[in-house]
């Protein structure tokens, strides 16, 4: 069962284009974190939200976690070709000690000069 | 800092051959696990030690060991692998288990022939 849906799975677009990514699911979580992941490397963590309707802002990225905490989206104003790469969300969950970190599959993006 | 190093970056083996794949890091973080990243699955957890001593399994175990001697080091053993175990294995730490930033190496590919 996959907890955490994104959408969409591949996006290519024109530099200075605007974009969102969506990353949904029917369970609530106590946090949701955004990672990217650039070809032949690591995830690296953009943002961490844990308030239902939180915004952070990260230069032209711009994250919102929803009210019910069941989802979350990222929207870049102005996309650059660095912003090229694999965008993942990532919903936390606490039980006593037995926290989980489960991973979305991941949203694609190239952008194009 | 190094962060988080793996070895090797890249690995062929043969059915049944043995291998462990290296992962140290030099943040004195508690937390260290590890994932493994396939096309249209996303990270799946395979392991992960929330301290030295003390290991546990995580969403996708089998055919998988771990031990944790020291803090630093984190290795993963393939006893006997298979053609399913084909992936990109990455080791992550964090200061904790819960809502951190998860630091995240460079990545081990890895072609089980």
């Known amino acids: 069962t996959q907890l955490l849906e994104q959408s969409p799975q591949f996006l290519s677009i024109q530099e200075g284009e605007n974009l969102t990514v969506y990353c949904n699911s029917s369970?609530?979580?106590?946090?949701l974190q955004w990672y990217r992941q650039e070809p032949g490397e690591g995830p690296v963590l953009l943002v961490t939200?844990?308030?239902?309707?939180e915004v952070k802002k990260l230069k032209r990225l711009t994250f919102q976690f929803g009210d019910a905490r069941k989802d979350s989206s990222l929207h870049i104003t102005a996309a650059q070709p660095g912003d090229t790469g694999l965008y993942l969300c990532a919903g936390g969950r606490s039980g006593g000690s037995n926290y989980k970190l489960t991973f979305g599959k991941g949203t694609l993006l190239t952008v194009n000069p | 800092n190094a962060g988080v190093t793996q070895t090797p970056k890249f690995q062929v083996l043969k059915t049944g051959q043995s291998m462990t794949l290296q992962c140290a890091q030099d943040m004195n973080h508690e937390y260290m696990s590890w994932y493994r990243q396939d096309p249209g699955m996303g990270l799946r957890l395979i392991h992960y030690?929330?301290?030295?001593?003390?290991?546990d399994q995580g969403e996708v175990p089998n055919g998988y060991n771990v031990s944790r001697s020291t803090t630093e080091d984190f290795p993963l053993r393939l006893l006997s692998a298979a053609p399913s175990q084909t992936s990109v294995y990455f080791c992550a730490s964090s200061y904790s288990r819960g809502v951190e930033t998860q630091y995240f190496g460079p990545g081990t590919r890895l072609l089980v022939l």
């Open positions: 030690s929330v301290g030295a001593g003390i290991t």
């Open positions: 939200v844990v308030t239902g309707g």
């Open positions: 369970s609530v979580f106590s946090s």
